[in-house]
């Protein structure tokens, strides 16, 4: 019997059950998802490719550079290139905004496939950045 005090099958039982349900499931709705800010507050793979990314814009190599796995390996038109070849490349880049799309996370035992697009905005060099979305791959 959830509420002794008053007599079994009384509204007000009921009343003060379905009042304490809805205080429960109310809780989920106060706190809205927050973006991870950094490496440490990330949760899953689409967090780490989105902290990976505003790193990126913001220049903060260091970050990258302590994060990223020594056996990291970039594929490039031209064919794969080392971790240190890919971090230089992406030092060239100036990302002015990017935006990530048609995400989808896969768990394998513990190593996490994330799949996505990307739009970039921005320059290398002196020209612009490829503006139509690329599909990326990180494991």
């Given at each position: 019997?959830?509420?002794?005090?008053?007599?079994?099958?009384?509204?007000?039982?009921?009343?003060?059950?379905?009042?304490?349900?809805?205080?429960?499931?109310?809780?989920?709705?106060?706190?809205?998802?927050?973006?991870?800010?950094?490496?440490?507050?990330?949760?899953?793979?689409?967090?780490?490719?989105?902290?990976?990314?505003?790193?990126?814009a913001?220049?903060?190599?260091?970050?990258?550079?302590?994060v990223?796995?020594?056996?990291?390996?970039?594929?490039?038109?031209?064919?794969?290139?080392?971790?240190?070849?890919?971090?230089?490349?992406y030092?060239?880049?100036?990302?002015?905004?990017?935006?990530?799309?048609?995400?989808?996370?896969t768990?394998?035992?513990?190593?996490?496939?994330?799949?996505?697009?990307?739009?970039?905005?921005?320059?290398?060099?002196?020209?612009?950045?490829?503006?139509?979305?690329?599909?990326?791959?990180?494991?």
């Amino acid at each position: 019997m959830i509420c002794p005090w008053i007599a079994p099958k009384s509204r007000i039982c009921s009343s003060l059950l379905l009042i304490g349900l809805l205080g429960l499931t109310s809780a989920c709705t106060f706190y809205a998802n927050r973006p991870a800010r950094s490496f440490a507050d990330a949760t899953g793979g689409e967090g780490l490719e989105r902290v990976f990314w505003k790193q990126v814009a913001a220049g903060n190599w260091t970050d990258i550079d302590r994060v990223l796995a020594s056996n990291y390996v970039g594929i490039t038109p031209k064919g794969p290139i080392d971790r240190g070849a890919t971090l230089e490349q992406y030092k060239q880049w100036k990302v002015k905004d990017y935006s990530i799309g048609n995400v989808a996370t896969t768990l394998n035992g513990s190593t996490i496939v994330v799949t996505y697009t990307i739009s970039l905005s921005g320059t290398v060099g002196d020209q612009t950045l490829p503006t139509e979305p690329q599909h990326m791959m990180t494991v």
